[in-house]
């Protein structure tokens, strides 16, 4: 029998485990937020700062620039692919490599890609522009990890036309993410 005298014993609340968890979720909820602000969708409407289509490629965006669709033969191209991290800051290519399968005028051109300045891979194939264009580009990181991404250069992803130097609109929200 208890004696009702004795101090009731109190169960150890749990206040600081709720409080971690919403601490946690809210966390999760903003890097979630976060992770949808660089979808495809989102970053196709902005160019890039050297005019080109941004895509997202693990914890790469990855711009691609090539010239203008022209109506003229094949002929050599040059292709180039800026690493930037989700910050926008560069990340320097020199321990990157890649390869870019472009489609165009139903062929396909593979084009490796090699270091070439502080923050870009090049390369260049013989391809004429289509604007029904796609690029396939593989990036090899220095962890020996494998990216990919799909480039459509002169389409958003609604089909709708593209020309360089449209769409930089909401890239000021993008800063800083």
């Known amino acids: 029998m208890r004696n009702h005298s004795e101090p009731t014993r109190m169960m ?3 206040r600081p485990a709720l409080a971690l968890t ?3 979720s809210a966390a999760l909820a903003s890097l979630a937020g976060l992770a949808l602000a660089h979808d ?5 409407r902005i160019d890039g700062p050297h005019g080109g289509q941004l895509r997202v490629a693990g914890d790469h ?13 094949p002929s050599l191209q040059p292709i180039q692919v800026w690493l930037t991290n989700h910050a926008d800051q560069p990340i320097p290519s020199s321990d990157y490599s890649g390869r ?5 005028n139903r ?13 870009r891979l090049a390369g260049s194939g013989v391809f004429g522009h289509d604007l029904d264009m796609v690029v396939v580009v593989t990036l090899n990181t ?3 990890d494998t990216e990919q991404v799909r480039f459509t250069p002169y389409k958003y992803l609604d089909g709708s ?6 769409g930089h609109g909401g890239h000021a929200d993008h800063q800083g993410h």
């Open 142 to 144: 220095p962890q020996g």
């Open 12 to 14: 150890p609340t749990r």
């Open 22 to 24: 919403m601490i946690l």
């Open 100 to 104: 870019a399968v472009i489609l165009a």
């Open 107 to 119: 062929e396909r051109v593979d084009v490796t890609l090699v270091a070439d300045g502080d923050n």
């Open 40 to 44: 495809d969708a989102y970053l196709d």
């Open 161 to 166: 036309p593209r020309a360089a130097g449209a």
């Open 61 to 73: 965006h990855l711009e691609l620039v090539v010239a203008p669709p022209a109506d003229a033969p």
